[in-house]
Nanobody
Framework: QVQLVESGGGLVQPGGSLRLSCAAS????????MAWYRQAPGKERELVAR???????NYADSVKGRFTIARDNAKNTMYLQMNSLKPEDTAVYYC???????????????????WGQGTQVTVSS
């Protein structure tokens, strides 16, 4: 059974910091690209940051220079360090694990994509 469990959300003042974690089980973590998405009330879910199997990263323009994504394959865990938080960062943050179909370590895997349940981040004074 696949589980992606986010933690670390909460209420923080503007300019503050939070660190989100996503603990994965039931998947071969180091085969997957991992990402953080967020969804604010009344808005569509958007990509915040993504990290590939090899550690390559990309960020939404709105968070560049403030957020840092990282992964620890030994712990099956992904992180999002969020600094200089703004009220517009308020959203539910979701963890995603994405595996394109292909060969990994000599075995073929069909594509898969899994989501966590989300963690609320509120930035307010």
């Amino acid at each position: 059974q696949v589980q992606l469990v986010e933690s670390g959300g909460g209420l923080v003042q503007p300019g503050g910091s939070l660190r989100l974690s996503c603990a994965a089980s039931g998947i071969i973590f180091n085969f997957n690209a991992m990402a953080w998405y967020r969804q604010a009330p009344g808005k569509e879910r958007e990509l915040v940051a993504r990290i590939t199997r090899g550690g390559g990263t990309n960020y939404a323009d709105s968070v560049k220079g403030r957020f840092t994504i990282a992964r620890d394959n030994a712990k099956n865990t992904m992180y999002l360090q969020m600094n200089s938080l703004k009220p517009e960062d308020t959203a539910v943050y979701y963890c995603n694990a994405d595996l394109p179909s292909g060969y990994y370590s000599g075995s073929y895997y069909t594509s898969s994509s899994y989501w966590g349940q989300g963690t609320q981040v509120t930035v307010s004074s």
